[in-house]
């Protein structure tokens, strides 16, 4: 399905970003140069894989440093110069009982507040919005199941195309839109006849794998409005690197008024163009 009335989302979608972005320039979420870390969290799963991933950085880092001063000290002390005629020792009942509880209870101390963030994950709560999102060769579907009419593709704009500072290979013709401060469920799939695809945004902690035949579903709620982009993330064909994903979080009223905008243009459409695109969506 592809949209046909791509000229009015375009001018509502150009509005929504220039209000979010003048009101937020610092929200747009996207890869910048040289960036080893996380992108900003905006819902509150993703804040809860930065605390998780700095906890592992934290014993990471002493497990680290622990061994490369052991190994430091076995060097300088067991060396041949230091140690000319070596231990003949062949076990060590208390050390080799402390080397496998100590890792085990490492382990549980670290499976402790993964298994919660992983149940935190998947525990979708009562959702306020529902959205359908289909994975295709090489674009994506879009459809609001809560909003009769509101359906729509998204293309990544050609780079001789990017206009106002729309980043390459990750800027869509049609934006998702969201209220701010709300639960959103999205209902992921591919479709029956294509490829697997996976629906990811990185700010949000989300990243689903769209299965042909399948429906997967995950959620966000998006803290802060903004502009955010993700990509297609599982290996999909020539086109892969093509499908971006451009999600614009809004005020309700200014979500209110483009739900409102395309049903308008939806109920404008020609009779003949809805039977081809209900045509497109049966096959």
Request: include cysteine; charged fraction near 15%; charge should be negative.
């Amino acid at each position: 399905m592809r949209s046909t009335w791509r000229g009015t989302t375009a001018v509502a979608l150009a509005a929504i970003s220039a209000v979010a972005l003048s009101a937020a320039p610092a929200s747009a979420q996207q890869p910048t140069p040289w960036q080893y870390t996380f992108q900003g969290a905006a819902t509150p799963v993703m804040e809860s894989i930065n605390e998780f991933h700095t906890f592992l950085m934290v014993i990471v880092t002493v497990i680290t440093l622990f061994v490369m001063a052991l190994l430091g000290w076995c060097i300088y002390r067991y060396n041949e110069k230091a140690n000319p005629v070596p231990s003949k020792t062949s076990h060590h009942t208390m050390l080799e009982v402390v080397w496998t509880v100590a890792p085990v209870l490492i382990l549980v101390v670290i499976a402790i507040p993964s298994f919660r963030l992983l149940y935190y994950q998947l525990d979708i709560p009562e959702a306020d919005l529902t959205i359908k999102t289909t994975g295709q060769t090489w674009y994506w579907d879009y459809e609001y199941p809560d909003y009769e009419g509101v359906a729509f593709s998204a293309n990544m704009v050609p780079e001789e195309e990017l206009q106002g500072g729309q980043p390459r290979l990750l800027a869509a013709d049609n934006a998702v839109v969201v209220p701010v401060n709300k639960t959103v469920k999205v209902l992921v799939t591919a479709d029956p006849m294509g490829v697997i695809h996976a629906w990811a945004m990185p700010a949000f902690g989300v990243k689903i794998d769209a299965v042909p035949g399948r429906m997967n579903e995950t959620w966000f709620r998006a803290e802060r409005e903004g502009v955010y982009y993700g990509q297609c993330s599982e290996l999909c064909g020539v086109n892969h690197a093509f499908m971006p994903i451009e999600l614009h979080v809004v005020s309700e009223e200014e979500f209110e008024q483009w739900i409102s905008q395309q049903q308008t243009a939806s109920r404008s459409l020609p009779e003949d163009v809805k039977l081809a695109e209900l045509a497109s969506e049966a096959q």
